[in-house]
């Protein structure tokens, strides 16, 4: 693999989650990317879901030709499920998670609904000595949510000795779009935050910019902007519901009903 040649050196990479079928977030978030010039580029998964893109935000990715997770709803659409398997409570948060996921699955073609199927559940890497592991949701599960605010004692499930050791030193994941890095017994828990459904109250696009060497990790959320109204405007025309336009306008700060 290219990285190992780099064993001995900084390592940057970007790291992208949760796309979410907007096209005009992923192709700011892709011509940054290009353009800063990392080591390697992941993406860890949800690619469709809540915009009106999911097929041509498949493109996009599959265009970066970069290594990819599934995620929660790429499960959900890929393999025709009933749901995304998202855990709303609300009846409205579940109303719209039904609006969004029903609509996502009559809208993704087939064939790339197959290339969903093929996707992994986890990718390891061994960078300059650290062991990394990228996933979706958590490492035992594409579904479980790691908010910023779990205790320590929660995450530290996942160190060594814990009941589900990830046997990991970092460990980087999205699926709540909210970024954030904390270290736990020496493991580095890094959340990308979200490209095209940011829920931190911040409208822009975003992704991780992580550099690894032998003796530090370091984690950057970079933010792009991008056209959110031509995203909103076409969610709205493809008879998505306006909510999840000006979801996307508060970087998911409008109040659920
Ligand atoms: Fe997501």
Request: proline share 4%; hydrophobic share 35%; charged share 25%.
């Amino acid at each position: 693999m290219r990285l190992r040649g780099r064993l001995l050196m900084k390592t940057r990479l970007a790291i992208f989650s949760d796309i979410h079928a907007n096209l005009p977030a992923t192709q700011a978030v892709r011509a940054h990317i290009e353009s800063a010039g990392y080591d390697a580029v992941y993406c860890l998964g949800d690619l469709g879901g809540y915009a009106s893109q999911p097929n041509e935000v498949q493109d996009e990715v599959m265009a970066m030709g970069c290594p990819t997770i599934l995620g929660n709803y790429d499960e959900g659409v890929g393999f025709e499920k009933e749901n995304c398997g998202c855990h709303y409570v609300k009846p409205f948060d579940i109303e719209m998670s039904n609006v969004s996921f029903l609509w996502t699955r009559e809208h993704t073609a087939p064939e790339r609904k197959a290339w969903l199927r093929e996707l992994p559940r986890e990718i390891r890497l061994v960078v300059n000595g650290l062991r990394v592991l990228l996933c979706h949701g958590s490492p035992r599960e594409t579904t479980e949510y790691l908010f910023e605010n779990r205790s320590d004692g929660y995450l530290r499930q996942f160190t060594s000795g814990g009941k589900a050791d990830a046997q990991a030193d970092v460990i980087v994941f999205g699926h709540t779009h909210v970024p954030f890095h904390r270290e736990v017994d020496g493991v580095h828990f890094i959340n990308t935050g979200s490209v095209g459904r940011p829920k931190d109250g911040d409208a822009r696009a975003g992704y991780c910019a992580l550099t690894l060497d032998a003796e530090s990790v370091t984690s950057e959320q970079i933010r792009v902007d991008y056209d959110v109204e031509l995203a909103c405007s076409r969610l709205v025309e493809a008879g998505l519901p306006e909510y999840f336009a000006e979801y996307l306008r508060t970087g998911g700060q409008v109040a659920s009903k």
